[in-house]
């Protein structure tokens, strides 16, 4: 009777922390790199909601920005639910950075001004 009560309770145990790493699995995102044709580097690890929560970013304009024809920032309005690569090529094109430059200014600049946050490679382009 107690092996099996010990076995139904290790049962529950495994089976509750598996269903928990499914969980925080799926909040796990990754900044999509498909633009690239041969990535360098695995995508960056990032989760968004608690970065923002963490950085206390509310507006998504902070980060998803918008310049209009003459290259000045439009304040209110948000790029959030465009890929980066709709508005950036893979390489420089004129005044706009390429891609990954401009992945780079946006988030790596603002870890840099903010003094917070993964500035090495590694830190960012971890293997899952």
């Known amino acids: ?20 790493a ?6 796990m ?12 580097r695995p995508s960056s690890l990032f989760r968004h909601d608690e970065h923002n929560e963490t950085a206390a970013i509310e507006e998504c304009n902070v980060c998803h920005h918008v310049y209009d024809e003459q290259g000045k920032l439009v304040a209110d309005e948000s790029s959030e639910g465009q890929a980066c ?11 706009q950075p390429g891609l990954r430059k401009a992945f780079h200014r946006n988030c790596k600049g603002c870890n840099l001004e903010q ?14």
């Open 29 to 40: 995102q990754t900044v999509d790199n498909q633009a690239f044709p041969s990535p360098q």
């Open 85 to 95: 690569s709709e508005c950036h090529a893979i390489e420089d094109k004129s005044k």
């Open 1 to 20: 009777m107690k092996k099996s009560a010990l076995v139904m309770l290790g049962g529950l145990v495994l089976s509750v922390l598996l269903i928990a």
């Open 22 to 27: 499914a969980f925080s699995q799926e909040e």
């Open 115 to 128: 003094e917070k946050g993964p500035l090495l490679c590694g830190e960012c382009h971890v293997q899952a």
